[in-house]
């Protein structure tokens, strides 16, 4: 039971440190090194802190403790829509190792108590004031100064069995509706809707394509330029207050502060035989102060997307 109240606990100040850092929103960051990294430290802190000695006794013990105080705050925080599980899940292998580090700070400091009464070593005031005060007085120094924005580009490619004038004539109908997923997605996994349909009002520069998308979600985009038969890149124009709030975590918004998709190049390339290798390269940028991590997210989510978005061409040109 005690040890129930240690991560119940510790998951409540979590929750009290994330809504005021949402409250703050403009002056204190989310996405931030304070939130991300220091914050869960003062999580697995006093959830060992809280413990009876004989509840963490090993580093073990005292390092794998805070990831339950860790899973319990995503599931209140997605639960209470404070944040959304897509986020959570990309964040939280992080999130759980820093409160394990947490975690082996307070059994050193018990440690270093030298085995003296167990309610001596409990997170004292001061030690609590530091928890609360130290990572909203560190957000605020830092707020969006960490940030760094960092362009990616990613490419997938298919080889379809038709020459390149039947995959540019799907490519480039004035309406397109989407094939049905075969499988479950990665994207689909981490609630990115559904595509469901494409329109576009003419192939010329300026041209403009919408994509559209369940639960409302759509993208707009212009023809920068085309080669007929082999190339096509489009300007993407993502609206993040157009996209609906249910839809996608705020923190990974389209278009929003972020992530942004800049630009989308289809390349048709003759094959032997008829076929086609059919190239989608997409180059958007990530803005975070992690971009080491949030590049790993991103290379995987968008292979995935590309990736459905090239099936269902060489689908559609194979039945045409």
């Given at each position: 039971?005690?040890?129930?109240?240690?991560?119940?606990?510790?998951?409540?100040?979590?929750?009290?440190?994330?809504?005021?850092?949402?409250?703050?929103?403009?002056?204190?960051?989310?996405?931030?090194?304070?939130?991300?990294?220091?914050?869960?430290?003062?999580?697995?802190?006093?959830?060992?802190?809280?413990?009876?000695?004989?509840?963490?006794?090993?580093?073990?013990?005292?390092?794998?403790?805070?990831?339950?105080?860790?899973?319990?705050?995503?599931?209140?925080?997605?639960?209470?829509?404070?944040?959304?599980?897509?986020?959570?899940?990309?964040v939280f292998p992080i999130f759980a190792v820093f409160?394990?580090?947490?975690?082996?700070?307070?059994?050193?400091?018990?440690?270093?108590?030298?085995?003296?009464?167990?309610?001596?070593?409990?997170?004292?005031?001061?030690?609590?004031?530091?928890?609360?005060?130290?990572?909203?007085?560190?957000?605020?120094?830092?707020?969006?100064?960490?940030?760094?924005?960092?362009?990616?580009?990613?490419?997938?490619?298919?080889?379809?069995?038709?020459p390149p004038a039947a995959v540019w004539q799907q490519?480039?109908?004035?309406?397109?509706?989407?094939?049905?997923?075969?499988?479950?997605?990665?994207?689909?996994?981490?609630?990115?809707?559904?595509?469901?349909?494409?329109?576009?009002?003419?192939?010329?520069?300026?041209?403009?394509?919408?994509?559209?998308?369940?639960?409302?979600?759509?993208?707009?985009?212009?023809?920068?330029?085309?080669?007929?038969?082999?190339?096509?890149?489009?300007?993407?124009?993502?609206?993040?207050?157009?996209?609906?709030?249910?839809?996608?975590?705020?923190?990974?918004v389209i278009g929003g502060k972020h992530l942004n998709?800049?630009?989308?190049?289809?390349?048709?390339?003759?094959?032997?035989?008829?076929?086609?290798?059919?190239?989608?390269?997409?180059?958007?940028?990530?803005?975070?102060?992690?971009?080491?991590?949030?590049?790993?997210?991103?290379?995987?989510?968008?292979?995935?997307?590309?990736?459905?978005?090239?099936?269902?061409?060489?689908?559609?040109?194979?039945?045409?």
């Amino acid at each position: 039971m005690k040890s129930l109240f240690a991560i119940v606990l510790a998951a409540v100040y979590g929750l009290i440190i994330r809504l005021l850092f949402g409250f703050a929103n403009g002056l204190m960051e989310i996405m931030s090194v304070t939130f991300i990294f220091l914050v869960p430290v003062g999580v697995g802190y006093l959830t060992v802190g809280l413990l009876a000695p004989g509840r963490a006794s090993t580093r073990t013990a005292a390092f794998f403790l805070p990831w339950l105080t860790s899973l319990f705050l995503l599931v209140v925080t997605v639960l209470l829509n404070v944040e959304g599980a897509a986020c959570w899940l990309m964040v939280f292998p992080i999130f759980a190792v820093f409160a394990g580090f947490g975690g082996l700070l307070a059994f050193a400091h018990r440690t270093r108590k030298n085995r003296k009464a167990a309610d001596s070593q409990q997170p004292t005031r001061l030690n609590l004031s530091l928890l609360v005060a130290g990572p909203l007085l560190l957000g605020f120094v830092e707020g969006e100064k960490a940030l760094v924005p960092k362009q990616l580009t990613i490419s997938r490619e298919v080889v379809v069995g038709a020459p390149p004038a039947a995959v540019w004539q799907q490519l480039t109908r004035r309406r397109t509706v989407a094939r049905p997923a075969g499988g479950r997605s990665l994207a689909g996994l981490f609630g990115f809707p559904r595509h469901l349909t494409t329109t576009l009002d003419s192939c010329r520069v300026g041209g403009k394509r919408v994509a559209y998308y369940e639960k409302g979600l759509y993208f707009e985009e212009t023809v920068a330029s085309y080669w007929p038969a082999r190339r096509l890149v489009l300007r993407v124009n993502a609206n993040p207050s157009a996209v609906p709030a249910a839809v996608m975590d705020e923190h990974i918004v389209i278009g929003g502060k972020h992530l942004n998709i800049l630009q989308d190049a289809y390349q048709l390339t003759p094959l032997a035989g008829g076929r086609t290798r059919l190239r989608l390269a997409s180059r958007f940028y990530i803005n975070t102060p992690f971009n080491w991590y949030a590049e790993i997210w991103a290379h995987y989510l968008m292979a995935d997307i590309l990736d459905g978005e090239l099936a269902g061409l060489q689908a559609r040109t194979a039945a045409s």
